[in-house]
């Protein structure tokens, strides 16, 4: 059973300034990890980011956070890598 994927509106806004292949790879990736959850270990973020996890797709980052009693993964950011984590 796959996980619902909410999305923050500032991860909605994220995904409009891409490039049409580029959010379609990246949303790829996100039904992935929706489907595939349970079956891998989420990375970790520390600093200004702990409690945040990643997610890589290329050069570019998804930051998300998850509740598995509900089943959720809430997107809460997706950008460039360098750009993502300042």
Do not use: C
Not at 14 to 40: E, P, Q
């Amino acid at each position: 059973m796959s996980y619902r994927v909410d999305y923050d509106p500032e991860a909605i806004a994220d995904l409009k300034r891409l490039s049409i292949s580029g959010r379609k790879r990246i949303v790829a990736k996100i039904d992935w990890l929706a489907d595939n959850f349970d079956d891998i270990q989420p990375l970790r973020l520390a600093a200004n980011l702990a409690g945040f996890f990643k997610l890589r797709v290329g050069d570019y980052r998804v930051i998300y956070e998850f509740d598995r009693t509900h089943r959720v993964i809430t997107i809460d950011r997706v950008g460039y890598r360098r750009d993502i984590y300042g």
